[in-house]
Nanobody, 121 residues
Framework: VQLQASGGGLVQPGGSLRLSCHASGFEFDEFVIGWFRQAPGKAREFVGCIRWSSMSTYFADSVKGRFTISRDGARNTRYLQMNSLTPEDTAVYYC???????????????WGEGTQVTVSS
């Protein structure tokens, strides 16, 4: 399984950004894509996750109501839409592939390289 996250960049506070996670190399539908982030000097933090087939989602309280995960266009891509961004959202964002609908990083077996999101004026 290969994952590729993209779409990071610099955005002003209050702005929006959409990250993409393209997954390949799998042949089954019952799995979960998770999004995590890691800010400098901090532990990796769960952001949200989505079941690949049912599109059920689950978000951390810190982003609930601001972030969504969706499918749009290419079948093997999931998007993390981030709205009302604050400087506290600045981090490297990772997408990950796992079998469990979980917020624990250890439940995700495959990880993509991260993409940097910087929220600053």
């Amino acid at each position: 399984v290969q994952l590729q996250a993209s779409g990071g960049g610099l955005v002003q506070p209050g702005g929006s950004l959409r990250l993409s996670c393209h997954a390949s190399g799998f042949e089954f539908d019952e799995f979960v894509i998770g999004w995590f982030r890691q800010a400098p000097g901090k532990a990796r933090e769960f952001v949200g996750c989505i079941r690949w087939s049912s599109m059920s989602t689950y978000f951390a309280d810190s982003v609930k109501g601001r972030f969504t995960i969706s499918r749009d266009g290419a079948r093997n891509t999931r998007y993390l839409q981030m709205n009302s961004l604050t400087p506290e959202d600045t981090a490297v964002y990772y997408c990950a592939f796992g079998a469990s609908f979980s917020s624990r990083s250890q439940d995700y077996k495959y990880w993509g390289e991260g993409t940097q999101v910087t929220v600053s004026s």
